[in-house]
T-cell receptor, first 113, second 114 residues
Framework: SQQGEEDPQALSIQEGENATMNCSYK?????LQWYRQNSGRGLVHLIL?????REKHSGRLRVTLDTSKKSSSLLITASRAADTASYFC?????????????FGQGTTLQVKP | DADVTQTPRNRITKTGKRIMLECSQT?????MYWYRQDPGLGLRLIYY???????NKGEISDGYSVSRQAQAKFSLSLESAIPNQTALYFCATSRQGAGTDTQYFGPGTRLTVL
């Protein structure tokens, strides 16, 4: 079963608007990561947030983590057409030092120019 | 040059054929992974390796085998391909260290089994 469930599955916005994607997970974690995938390409790491952190920023990205609700959100501010991609959350499912990640099903974001 | 490379990038084969997908990395990472991606299912882990002598099954290893020829090379084999193995396959690497680290992905291999 999937550790991460993402919502919404698809999101379409206009350039300049903000995009928010949510991820929920089932078991305790050490950290949660967000990745981006352009169509048919490999995944690219965006940001990692550790279980003892509540919020993290990287450029136009803002990630929050609520371990009590087992959820995370990714906010992309002032979106651009180049942000069009699928976004995945990934957790380590509290697996210690195994290095294994469990990915959600992803949110497909379309940013219209 | 790309840090994680995969060959071939596209492959069409027939049911019952043996297929090998290859992955090479220049990042110097110890850990390597193979995933498959199906529409609407995200990425699922097939096998992972922490070093040349340490190989582990992932979530969906049935029908697949792997070989870690060197620190930099990790191959995935389908001994007898079947149509439901049609998917996008990704190799990834990460460092050895405390906790779970960022993974670096190759460009993927699109495999079609007829």
């Amino acid at each position: 079963s999937q550790q991460g469930e993402e919502d919404p599955q698809a999101l379409s916005i206009q350039e300049g608007e903000n995009a928010t994607m949510n991820c929920s997970y089932k078991t305790s974690i050490n950290n949660l990561q967000w990745y981006r995938q352009n169509s048919g390409r490999g995944l690219v790491h965006l940001i990692l947030i550790r279980s003892n952190e509540r919020e993290k920023h990287s450029g136009r990205l803002r990630v929050t983590l609520d371990t009590s609700k087992k959820s995370s959100s990714l906010l992309i501010t002032a979106s651009r057409a180049a942000d069009t991609a699928s976004y995945f959350c990934a957790t380590d499912a509290g697996s210690g030092n195994t290095g294994k990640l469990i990915f959600g099903q992803g949110t497909t974001l379309q940013v219209k120019p | 040059d790309a840090d994680v490379t995969q060959t071939p990038r596209n492959r069409i084969t027939k049911t019952g054929k043996r297929i090998m997908l290859e992955c090479s990395q220049t990042k110097g990472h110890d850990r390597m992974y193979w995933y498959r991606q199906d529409p609407g299912l995200g990425l699922r882990l097939i096998y992972y390796s922490f070093d040349v002598k340490d190989i582990n099954k992932g979530e969906i290893s049935d029908g697949y085998s792997v070989s870690r020829q060197a620190q930099a090379k990790f191959s995935l084999s389908l001994e007898s391909a079947i149509p439901n193995q049609t998917a996008l396959y990704f190799c990834a690497t990460s460092r050895q260290g405390a906790g779970t680290d960022t993974q670096y992905f190759g460009p993927g291999t699109r495999l079609t089994v007829l």
